[in-house]
């Protein structure tokens, strides 16, 4: 069946860089962009940015470009996303999601997300 | 950016009731709006898109709809299932935003 399976959840100092990947099967990795998606505690979701597995290009929303970086191995058909210059306020669980056609931007299928803890 | 205000923000019901959750975007998107289920520990799950069709495998008790900027999300019959967190999002214009999200407990 069509999955996305992510790494584990981490725990970072403030001023680290965390990488979480998302391993996809049961569809055409390259056909679909992913799309990475957060949530801290209390918070709504918040889109981060995507990438297009076929190209390597990317799109990243403005409150994380300069400080995130989403990258791709079609080979294992895997996405990464990896978040620099950690604050506290980064603590969320980071969810991967895979866009359900052409670049409609809304996600059919999700990771099982990461949590990733910012703590010094 | 858009902003997508849902309400309530949380609601009660018991089994077997209808409830409706509102999302109101600040301008136009169009028909782009999907919403999501979302319960504690779980991937969200995707039940609407382009705001009133229905994804694969999602039971028929939910449905959307659209007046302008104002989306609705009605869940006929309650399960005990059903109980979790809603949320709405715009896919019109980038960045691609989400409501604040609708906590649907069992009354």
């Known amino acids: 069946q069509v999955q996305l399976v992510q790494s584990g959840a981490e725990v970072k100092k403030p001023g680290a860089s965390v990488k979480v990947s998302c391993e996809a099967s049961?569809?055409?990795?390259?056909?679909?962009?992913i799309h990475w998606v957060r949530q801290a505690p209390g918070q709504r979701l918040q889109w981060m940015g995507w990438?297009?597995?076929?190209?390597?290009?990317?799109n990243y929303a403005h409150e994380f470009q300069g400080r995130v970086t989403m990258t791709r191995d079609t080979s294992i058909s895997t996405a990464y996303m990896e978040l620099s210059r950690l604050t506290s306020d980064d603590t969320a669980v980071y969810y991967c999601a895979k866009d359900r056609g052409k670049q409609d931007n809304i996600f059919d299928i999700w990771g099982q997300g990461t949590m990733v803890t910012v703590s010094s | 950016d858009i902003q997508m205000t849902q309400s309530p923000s949380s609601v009660s019901a018991s089994v077997g009731d209808s409830v409706t959750i509102t999302c109101r975007a600040s301008q136009d998107i169009s028909r782009w709006l999907a919403w999501y289920q979302h319960k504690p520990g779980k991937a969200p799950q995707l039940l609407i898109y382009a705001a009133s069709s229905l994804q694969s495998g999602v039971p028929s008790r939910f449905s959307g709809s659209e007046s302008g900027t104002d989306f609705t999300l009605t869940i006929s019959s309650l399960q005990p299932e059903d109980f979790a967190t809603y949320y709405c999002?715009?896919?019109?214009?980038?960045?691609?935003?989400f409501g604040q999200g609708t906590k649907l407990e069992i009354k």
């Open positions: 049961g569809y055409t990795f390259i056909a679909y962009y």
């Open positions: 990438i297009n597995p076929n190209s390597d290009d990317t």
């Open positions: 999002q715009q896919a019109n214009s980038f960045p691609y935003t």
